[in-house]
Structures are given as C-alpha cells and as structure tokens.
C-alpha cells in the first residue's frame, strides 16, 4: 500500500523535471508518513518543503503542481495541499478490505519480503565469556540478536547466526584455576580464595567433575600452592595475585594436564550457555573459537597482509597498526612488545574472515562499554579494502532487575548476579523476551519483576497476548453456538460488501494499524529496531480490544457476523506473526 503510493509520488515528481524541477529528484527524499489524524488523510509527505528551494518556487506552489501531475490510479480517492506545503492524501476504503484478503492469503508469509538479490547477513551477538552462566544483562542480547535476526530474514536478508567463543583470554585462564582452587578444596585443602577469581556455586560441578575424571592425580599441599605468592587483595593487587596464581598451576600441574583443564572448563560453561540459549529459543548458525581462529593462522595472515601494505610500525618494541589514516583519535598496537597479540589484532582478522567469507553486512550486537570498538574495527576492514560502513555495531544497554520497586544489587565475579535461567523460571521465556525489547538498545532497561508477572493491560506481554487469546475464545464460541465459518465465503463477502459491513470509528482503526504491519517489518528492520514492533503490535493490540468492546462479533446478522469474524481473525494472524519475529509465542487461552 505505502509502496504502491510511493511509486505514484515518484511518477509524479518525474514528470516535472525538466519544468519546475532542474534536476532529477533523489528517490531517497520521496518518503510518506502515516497520518495520526484520520481528517488528515492516511498518508502525508513534506516532499514540496524539502524540494522548494532548490525548484525556486514556494512549497505550496509545488505542492499544488505535484498533486496536479499524480496519475490516476484506484489507489487514491483524493489528494490535498495543507499547511506551508504538505501533501495529504486519503486512499480508497477498499484498499484495506484487500489488505484483509492479502492476511488470509499469505497466512504465517504474510510482511515477508523475498528481494531478487537478498544480501548476506553475518549477525554475531552475545558471544559471551565462557566463563559462567549467562546471567540478564546477556538476556538483554540474546533477546535483541534474535528478534533482529527475525526481522532482517523477514524483510529479505539471508541472516546467519554466530556467536564468537572467547576462549582464548585471561578470563579463561582465570576460570581454569577457580576449578582447580575448588578441586583443592574438594581434596581436603584449606585456601583462600582469591579476590579475583570465578567464585560462584557453579565452579564446583566442574571442580567436582574433575575430581571424578583424575581423582587426587592434579593435588597439591596448599603450602606447595601459595608458597611465595604475592598478596592478594585488599593487602595488594588482585591482578597480580591472580595472574601468579595461574602461572603456580600450570608449573604444578604441568602443561598437559593445564591444557585439558582448560579446555574441560571452558566446555563446561559453554554447555551451559549452549543450555540457556536454546532453553531461550535462542538458536546459532555457526560457533566459532577464538583459539581455532588463532591457531589456524588467520591473525597472522591477516598481519602480514597489513605489512605488505606498509601499514604496520614499530615503536617501543611493539607493533602498531596505523589506525588513524581511517579516522581513529590513535593508532592501535597489534603485537605487544612481549610478541602476545592484541585483542585488536583479533577482532580485524575476524572481521576480514567474515568479510571473506562472503557476507555484505556485519552486524555486532555488543554491551554498553564497546563505544570506541567500531571505528578501530571498520578501519581495520578500511585497510584491507572493504567499505568500513559495512559494519555496524548496535550497543545494548545495561539491565536493572527491580524486585517490589528495589533495584537488585548485581556483580558476577563476586557471584551474586541472576542467571537469565533464574529470571526465565520466575517470569517465563515471552516475557523475558518482550520486556527486555519494549525499550530501544540505546536505553537502560529497568526490568519490573512483578509487572512482568502481573496479569493486567500494563503488563504489554500480557495485553498483546490476551488480544491473540481474545480471538480464539470467539471461534471457540463460534463453535459451541455450533454455527459455522467458511473462510471462502467471508473472503467474497468482504470484497463485496466490506465498507458497508465493516464501517465505523472501531473497526476501521483496526483495519488501518493491521495494514501497516509489512511497513513495521522493515522499518524495524532497517533501523535495527525490535522495540518498534513490540509497540506496533501493542497498538494493533490495543485496536483489536476497542472494536470487541464497542461491538459484538457473534451477531445474529450471518454477513456481519462474518466479516467481523474475518477481520478479527486476520488480525490474530498478524499478532502472531509478529509475537513470533520478536520470538514469543502466540496462546489460544490466557
């Protein structure tokens, strides 16, 4: 429908160049909006206040001219100058009786988009330390990476899923000796534990599996382990203590025995996010380790490519990559002076492979505190000839879990943060999901425990959902009454008599936020939006409940009774649709 009008504006505007127009109009200024008055028409554009200047006439003047060259078209009942220079236009009622056909039509399709030349899509989010539990704030992005991943496949992207293990890292290595401090002290051992170290209850199954797989084969006397060992905080530095820690096991323990540890560590944790994540309905396309990624050489390929293009120096003894020639305030180290590379130097490999790999968009779904990680990234992408802009990198906010109007106190490493399992198991999967989407990425999120439990029009999840319920309970009504419903017959009906059987202030709200739903999935889409469909289907939602309100749909009258019917059920098909992008389900009972 706005596509449709779109097509007439351009035609329009076209068949005035070389007249009031100089010169050829940029199809991205043609742009519509819809109306929030009803008297205003259902569409509006300011197209001739945006044109006027360089056209040298007044908005108005243009306005009138742009009006006067719209082609004829069944679309359009009329089309109206307003103001200093908007174009009204109001479209012809039957438009939306059809849309109503394009629902039952399309079913579950019904706003998917399938483009002759669909761009490849690499969606990487979480991507979480395997270091623990995925705890809220990773709730917040699961829940994002996912619902956006829906809308771009929707709006006609070929979208992978990948999460990037970081398991290469001194976090990694932090959590290996937390194991084996527990295991210790499943032996028999007193110590105490570091300040820095992974102190939560789930270290001790894995400690205790180790137990079970070596038996007493990796203890040591807790003299032998803190033997010359710097202070711990708060008597000295954590960091130190920690990092002396690691290097006491591995000369223990041994290299080997180290390397299984570890690796038995990080699989462990991420057996667990694998588990949260699909008890989520949150699934991957691909998983990728940072220490294949390393030890398949690809970082240092991608080196060595940047020397040969004379963009690495050295200073200091390190090796840095000439990052502002692509707009960076500072150029980046890629190889410290102790020859240990960088995270950086592994992000840009990583984002060449993906480059590489054939995909035209990258998105990164990251926390709060990457503000700077773009531009080094896309320089980096820069340096290896591929447009910087084909990366972005939506930031997600921070979570604050209000308990009885209390904000809960959260820090992982001290272990007393909720686990996304736990918040799921209180409030259930959909309203995890809806609530950490009902506000934009770029917001904190204050998350109402008990409003997300609450079974009342300000809960959203429950509004939404309870207008999808709303419609089953009147089929099955429909059916107790043992009367009967052919969608044939409705759909003939509709395009016959609609306006007449479905006129009035209700219905025909309903009918108009229901046609805007294909504009909601790419607009949403585009614009990285999940929040912009949650609202969208609140709205529709909030129509739906005003028209059963206002008028009986079980009727005596068989027609009115069907076309009521028919409507109401197109638009339960639209709720579902888009409670499923956002990755919530649909009930038939509340």
């Not at 099955?476 to 009035?504: M, T």
Request: with cysteine; proline share 4%.
């Amino acid at each position: 429908m706005k596509d449709d009008l779109q097509t007439l504006l351009r035609a329009a505007l076209q068949s005035l160049e070389g007249s009031l127009l100089s010169q050829r109009v940029d199809p991205e200024l043609v742009t519509l909006e819809r109306t929030r008055d009803a008297t205003h028409g259902d569409f509006a554009t300011n197209i001739a206040m945006r044109l006027a200047k360089a056209a040298g006439k007044p908005p108005r003047v243009l306005a009138e001219a742009i009006v006067a060259a719209l082609p004829a078209s069944p679309l359009l009942v009329r089309a109206e100058v307003a103001g200093a220079g908007f174009i009204n236009f109001f479209l012809a009622k039957d438009l939306y009786l059809r849309e109503l056909v394009r629902v039952h039509e399309q079913g579950d399709a019904y706003g998917r988009e399938r483009p002759a030349m669909p761009r490849k899509v690499l969606l990487e989010f979480v991507s979480a330390n395997p270091t623990g539990p995925m705890h809220v704030g990773h709730g917040r992005q699961a829940a994002f990476g996912d619902a956006l991943g829906n809308l771009l496949a929707a709006a006609g992207d070929l979208v992978t899923r990948e999460y990037y293990i970081n398991d290469a890292g001194r976090q990694t290595d932090i959590l290996a000796v937390s194991v084996w401090l527990r295991y210790l002290e499943a032996c028999g051992e007193t110590l105490k534990f570091p300040e820095n170290g992974y102190r939560g209850d789930y270290i001790r199954p894995v400690a205790g599996a180790l137990r079970a797989r070596v038996g007493d084969s990796l203890q040591h006397p807790a003299a032998a382990v803190l033997e010359g060992l710097p202070a711990d905080a708060p008597a000295g530095d954590k960091d130190r203590y920690i990092d002396a820690m690691i290097a006491r096991c591995r000369t223990l323990i041994g290299e080997t025995a180290w390397r299984q540890l570890l690796d038995d560590s990080v699989e462990a944790m991420l057996a667990e996010i694998r588990d949260d994540l699909d008890g989520y309905g949150v699934r991957y396309d691909s998983w990728v380790s940072e220490r294949a990624f390393t030890a398949s050489g690809a970082i240092d390929r991608a080196l060595e490519r940047l020397r040969e293009r004379d963009l690495l120096y050295l200073r200091d003894g390190a090796e840095w990559f000439k990052a502002t020639r692509f707009g960076d305030d500072e150029d980046r180290v890629v190889v410290r002076e102790n020859g240990i590379k960088t995270y950086f130097a592994s992000d840009i490999a990583y984002h060449l492979d993906k480059r590489e790999r054939g995909y035209d968009v990258l998105i990164d779904v990251l926390g709060a505190d990457h503000h700077g990680y773009v531009t080094r990234v896309r320089g980096g992408l820069q340096a290896f000839g591929h447009p910087g802009d084909c990366l972005e990198a939506p930031l997600i906010q921070l979570v604050a879990l209000f308990r009885n109007g209390v904000k809960m106190s959260m820090g992982k490493r001290e272990a007393n943060f909720v686990t996304l399992r736990q918040l799921r198991e209180e409030v259930g999967n959909d309203a995890c999901r809806i609530f950490y989407l009902m506000r934009s990425n770029d917001q904190s999120l204050d998350f109402d425990l008990e409003l997300a439990k609450s079974k009342t029009n300000e809960n959203p999840v429950f509004y939404i959902q309870y207008a999808h319920a709303r419609v089953a309970s009147v089929t099955k009504e429909l059916a107790g009454r043992g009367l009967g419903f052919d969608p044939a017959a409705a759909r003939e009906l509709v395009l016959a008599r609609g306006a007449e059987l479905l006129a009035g202030t209700q219905v025909e709200a309903m009918l108009a936020c229901l046609s805007r739903y294909p504009e909601m999935v790419r607009q949403a889409a585009a614009q990285r939006a999940p929040h912009a469909m949650v609202h969208y289907l609140r709205e529709l939602a909030t129509t739906l409940h005003a028209f059963y309100n206002a008028e009986r749909v079980l009727v005596a009258d068989a027609d009115l009774r069907n076309a009521r019917l028919y409507a109401l059920l197109a638009v339960q098909q639209v709720l579902r649709n888009g409670l499923g992008l956002l990755g919530a389900s649909a009930p038939e009972s509340m």
